[in-house]
């Protein structure tokens, strides 16, 4: 009944189902998919008293640090207390260096508070002060100010980038490549935009590297049907913890110089690595090391923000953009476009100024900082190492090491039977399991459906971000229902 009598109701509705933008309903976002929505009815039946063969939802879907229980960094958080309340600067349980921090901030706001707009393209200091964070990154390449742009987390500054590099009709409309699998705001900002997505696949057997072969395939594909100008890449892998080796990142910028193509290189997790004889190399200093033929030529932007490494502070919607080699017409017009939302939020703002102009060596929160910052990464590291060997000791569940970022993304061998059943319910044999999982044990996981993979494989993503015990009693639970499953099933 129920149906009918909404089909009336909706008759009078100017904006319907049927009427509102198509572009919007091919938009799905996985990492808060419907098996988050259900998780959270878990949780609300389990405070209601409805008896569950467990006691607690453990969410392992997402990213998100400090709802795991990682510890927010204390000077961060000193310096935000002291911005948004600055009669605290009066206080003398706060250090020098927090305070001066503070001090400086305030002085770039407007009206000296952090409750008024900014620059639309961020507040100039905190421009600056990134902008020398990346020269130290890379080792002196210099970094010009006027090229940054701080946005509320990495998140708004790829959908604005893909808003400008979006154009064109049928076979001139533009194509973007993003690795397969990949992490779902992609697809998500590609489908609204109404662009093609080109799926380039990583190679799992060479623990999710890219293959130049392979980016020469799906480019080849889908010149046949759009017009290919963006090739996305995301160093260390989301959802696969892969870190790039310099010689893939050179061959990368090689690709993009000879095909013409616009690079975008998602570096949010560029302290999150953890194998041994692996490391970070950010895009533009290999660009730069290329020398000028390149350097001079190859449009790029890389993006950066507040939520992941060791600082975890998803919530304040930090991160910054920097742009190289972008065409003056086109950055005057990026520039309109993100003065039209007026500004990033502005404690992101201050947050992503701290994460670049840390306590240094002699300043009275160093110590603290070095230790709180260590702690928290040689913690994932640990965990990064106990999820690959834990989730190797299921038969059927095969897992790649976690060289870097904050998640395994296991293989999963299902049983026919279990797929055929998945199938007869119209869902992903991967989100049947994970379902699944969820309804038996707790366990929040994230189905490899949501994320893209080759065809015939299935797979999950989970975080390491639990505390160690938890993060053994997931794994453990883990282990026993892959088991049983496959019992249930064969």
């Not at 392979?214 to 892998?237: D, Q, T």
């Amino acid at each position: 009944a129920t149906s009918t009598s909404n089909a009336v109701f909706s008759q009078n509705k100017v904006l319907t189902i049927d009427t509102m933008n198509p572009n919007v309903k091919n938009v799905e976002y996985a990492v808060r998919g419907p098996i988050v929505q259900r998780a959270v009815q878990i949780e609300k039946e389990l405070r209601e008293g409805v008896k569950k063969p467990f006691t607690e939802v453990i969410k392992a879907n997402i990213g998100d640090a400090h709802a795991m229980g990682q510890q927010p960094i204390t000077f961060f958080r000193q310096v935000l207390a002291l911005c948004s309340y600055p009669e605290l600067l009066k206080d003398n349980m706060f250090p020098e260096d927090a305070k001066s921090r503070a001090r400086r901030i305030l002085q770039a706001c407007g009206g000296s508070s952090l409750g008024a707009y900014s620059a639309s393209q961020g507040i100039d200091c905190v421009r600056q002060d990134v902008a020398r964070y990346i020269e130290r990154r890379d080792g002196g390449v210099p970094c010009d100010p006027d090229n940054v742009y701080l946005t509320s987390g990495a998140s708004d500054g790829i959908v604005t980038m893909l808003k400008l590099l979006v154009c064109g009709e049928g076979a001139s409309k533009t194509g973007v490549m993003i690795s397969i699998p990949q992490y779902p705001l992609y697809s998500a900002a590609l489908a609204e935009l109404g662009a093609v997505q080109v799926n380039y696949y990583l190679n799992e057997e060479k623990c999710w590297s890219m293959d130049l072969s392979e980016l020469e395939r799906s480019l080849a594909e889908a010149r046949k049907h759009c017009n290919p100008k963006v090739l996305c890449i995301i160093n260390p892998g989301n959802p696969t913890g892969q870190v790039q080796s310099r010689q893939c990142i050179e061959d990368v910028i090689r690709f993009a110089a000879k095909e013409h193509l616009f690079l975008m290189a998602d570096e949010v997790y560029q302290d999150n690595v953890y194998a041994e004889g692996c490391q970070f190399h950010s895009f533009k200093k290999v660009l730069f090391e290329l020398g000028p033929q390149y350097s001079n030529t190859v449009e790029l932007v890389s993006f950066h923000s507040t939520s992941k490494c060791y600082m975890g502070e998803c919530g304040f919607r930090g991160g910054y953009m920097e742009v190289i080699n972008m065409d003056p017409e086109v950055k005057a017009q990026l520039i309109k476009l993100v003065s039209v939302r007026l500004c990033p939020a502005v404690p992101g703002q201050a947050l992503m100024d701290l994460v670049v102009n840390s306590p240094q060596p002699g300043e009275p929160s160093y110590t603290t900082f070095m230790k709180e910052r260590t702690t928290t990464l040689s913690l994932l590291a640990e965990k990064a190492k106990l999820t690959e060997e834990i989730l190797n000791t299921v038969p059927g569940i095969t897992c790649n090491p976690v060289q870097g970022a904050m998640y395994s993304f296991p293989n999963i061998s299902l049983p026919q039977k279990a797929i055929k059943e998945a199938k007869a319910l119209g869902q992903a044999p991967d989100m049947f399991y994970c379902m699944k999982m969820l309804e038996e044990t707790g366990i929040c996981l994230v189905p490899g459906s949501g994320f893209g993979q080759k065809d015939g494989t299935y797979h999950f993503r989970m975080t390491i971000l639990p505390p160690t015990d938890k993060l053994k009693l997931l794994l453990a639970k883990v282990k026993e229902f892959h088991q049983k499953f496959t019992r249930q099933y064969s």
